[in-house]
């Protein structure tokens, strides 16, 4: 019951937002559960790892804030 809610409220998001900004924050699914993962099961996240979840955080942020990102540079 619980997944069924979740990709209902899910496909009901995707109403209102962007497909590059719903697959961008869909990726966010596995970077979460490896973040919990580390913290509450003291797993390790190896040089990969990090270097994927840097990769993800900045094309969310890409995806979020692309007035920042844009505006740089120009006159």
Not at 9 to 19: E, K, T
Not at 49 to 75: C, D, E, H, K, N
């Amino acid at each position: 019951m619980a997944t069924a809610g979740a990709y209902a409220l899910y496909a009901l998001g995707l109403r209102w937002v962007p497909a590059s900004v719903a697959g961008i924050v869909t990726l966010m699914e596995p970077l979460t559960a490896t973040l919990l993962g580390v913290l509450v099961f003291g797993e390790r996240l190896g040089p990969g790892g990090l270097i994927g979840a840097a990769l993800l955080l900045t094309a969310l942020g890409v995806v979020l804030y692309p007035a920042r990102f844009s505006a740089r540079g120009r006159a």
